[in-house]
């Protein structure tokens, strides 16, 4: 497997919107392995909620690209798309197909999965996927550091 970082910092972070997402390129499995939001920024601290979700249609958002960076300088670079800070246009989503949904204090941030988990058991996002990370609450502006670390099988 190989495996990537994408890593994207929003500075003002003050709304509900998809922080990052993945398209699996189409001959490719992508296995999430981690994810964080983290606090770059002095707050007072406050209650957030984030969850993966997949996407239906991905659209045209206004959005950062993210190339990802590999962990092995060995490997080929990652066949998926990254994008990252969607401003405009969200995806449209499926409804109820979510991953990792979590209530967190900011000051802390969110870690996904809260654990380590066995490889096996991580999700598995399939060729043509496209899945996001989302910010569900509205915070009050802060400077947010959004990292998945991923690992593509194919």
């Known amino acids: 497997m190989r495996v990537y970082d994408a890593v994207i910092k929003i500075s003002g972070l003050n709304s509900a919107r998809t922080l990052l997402y993945i398209t699996v390129a189409t001959n490719d499995l992508v296995r999430p392995i981690h994810a964080s939001v983290t606090n770059a920024?002095?707050?007072?601290?406050e209650q957030l909620?984030?969850?993966?979700?997949?996407?239906?249609?991905?659209?045209?958002p206004t959005k950062t690209d993210i190339t990802?960076?590999?962990?092995?300088?060995g490997d080929t670079a990652s066949g998926s798309t990254v994008a990252g800070n969607v401003t405009a246009s969200e995806p449209t989503y499926t409804a109820g197909v979510i991953l990792g949904q979590?209530?967190?204090?900011?000051?802390?941030?969110?870690?996904?999965?809260?654990?380590p988990v066995p490889m096996p058991a991580l999700p598995v996002f399939t060729?043509?996927?496209?899945?996001g990370l989302r910010?569900?609450?509205?915070?009050?502006?802060?400077?947010a550091i959004v990292?998945?670390?991923?690992?593509?099988?194919g």
């Open 41 to 45: 920024t002095v707050e007072t601290n």
């Open 49 to 60: 909620e984030v969850l993966w979700q997949k996407i239906t249609t991905v659209g045209t």
């Open 68 to 73: 990802p960076t590999k962990h092995d300088q």
């Open 102 to 115: 979590q209530g967190f204090p900011s000051l802390s941030g969110y870690m996904w999965p809260p654990t």
């Open 127 to 131: 060729g043509g996927d496209s899945w």
């Open 135 to 143: 910010m569900i609450s509205t915070p009050a502006a802060f400077d």
């Open 147 to 153: 990292l998945v670390t991923f690992g593509e099988e």
